[in-house]
């Protein structure tokens, strides 16, 4: 097939420049730095896997109900500080994307405190949610970090 029947057929261009990028592609890929290896879009278990190790040792001192890592769900049970036993909380921690940002984390957190024998729910201060995502941000961070060195 010569080379103007190539252009002149759409599908066969398209495979050729597919082709062509993937070999293009192949022969550099001995010259990627330590870094691209430790990139922040992990993905081997569905969600960005930085993120989810991360959450996994925040929430650590509680129970889990729920870890799934393909939809990037952690749900802990409920945990009563041996220090207060009449409070308890519980934690959803929900990864939304495969990158490690910011916005790819959302927690939430209920409370409960102990009133005549019965749990009622009480309101979770918005400063401890956001210190969660904090936490579990700077852990995420630190394990890219290590990753690269």
């Given at each position: 097939?010569?080379?103007?029947?190539?252009?002149?057929?759409?599908?066969?261009?398209?495979?050729?420049?597919?082709?062509?990028?993937?070999?293009?592609?192949?022969?550099?890929?001995?010259?990627?730095?330590?870094?691209?290896?430790?990139?922040?879009?992990?993905?081997?278990?569905?969600?960005?896997?930085?993120?989810?190790?991360?959450?996994?040792?925040?929430?650590?001192?509680?129970?889990?109900?729920?870890?799934?890592?393909?939809?990037?769900?952690?749900?802990?049970?409920?945990?009563?500080?041996?220090?207060?036993?009449?409070?308890?909380?519980?934690?959803?921690?929900?990864?939304?994307?495969?990158?490690?940002?910011?916005?790819?984390?959302?927690?939430?957190?209920?409370?409960?405190?102990?009133?005549?024998?019965a749990w009622v729910d009480a309101p979770v201060?918005?400063?401890?949610?956001?210190?969660?995502?904090?936490?579990?941000?700077?852990?995420?961070?630190?394990?890219?970090?290590?990753?690269?060195s």
């Amino acid at each position: 097939m010569s080379a103007t029947a190539i252009f002149r057929r759409p599908s066969t261009l398209a495979l050729a420049i597919i082709a062509t990028t993937g070999l293009v592609a192949c022969s550099s890929a001995g010259d990627r730095t330590e870094a691209d290896f430790a990139a922040s879009q992990v993905t081997t278990i569905g969600v960005n896997s930085y993120l989810w190790r991360a959450s996994l040792e925040t929430v650590s001192f509680a129970p889990l109900l729920q870890a799934d890592s393909a939809g990037g769900v952690i749900v802990t049970d409920w945990y009563a500080n041996p220090e207060n036993p009449s409070e308890r909380v519980k934690v959803t921690i929900t990864i939304l994307d495969q990158d490690l940002r910011a916005d790819a984390l959302r927690v939430a957190a209920s409370r409960q405190v102990s009133q005549g024998g019965a749990w009622v729910d009480a309101p979770v201060q918005a400063a401890t949610v956001q210190r969660l995502e904090d936490i579990i941000l700077t852990k995420a961070r630190e394990l890219r970090r290590q990753a690269i060195s």
